[in-house]
């Protein structure tokens, strides 16, 4: 099994940052890709940043410039750091992972439990 656990989340003022983790753990061969996705209250559950295992990286138009995701390889672990945010921020940040587990030969998708983001004007 794999677990992906979220933190970092909270309450900010806009303009304000915060640093997400998500720390990947269990049967794990390798990590082919981590990513962010965000979803706000009514709408449905969109990506925010993806980062491939090479190192490649993207992040969405509507955070370009403010978002950074990055990876330690070397402890299964991602982050998204937040800048500038802004009250659309807000939301249930979830990350996700495309596994390579030790006990399969197939490469499955997992989801962390979801970490709370709030901005305040």
């Known amino acids: 099994q794999v677990q992906l656990v979220e933190s970092g989340g909270g309450l900010v003022q806009a303009g304000g940052s915060l640093r997400l983790s998500c720390a990947a753990s269990?049967?794990?061969?390798?990590?082919?890709?981590m990513g962010w996705y965000r979803q706000a209250p009514g709408k449905e559950r969109e990506l925010v940043a993806v980062?491939?295992?090479?190192?490649?990286?993207n992040v969405v138009d509507s955070v370009k410039g403010r978002f950074a995701i990055s990876r330690d390889n070397a402890k299964n672990t991602a982050y998204l750091q937040m800048n500038k945010l802004k009250p659309e921020d807000t939301a249930v940040y979830y990350c996700?992972?495309?596994?390579?587990?030790?006990?399969?030969?197939?490469?499955?998708?997992?989801w962390g439990q979801g970490t709370q983001v709030t901005v305040s004007s």
């Open positions: 269990g049967s794990i061969a390798s990590i082919i890709v």
């Open positions: 996700n992972a495309v596994v390579r587990r030790t006990d399969s030969i197939s490469s499955l998708q997992y």
């Open positions: 980062m491939f295992s090479g190192g490649s990286a």
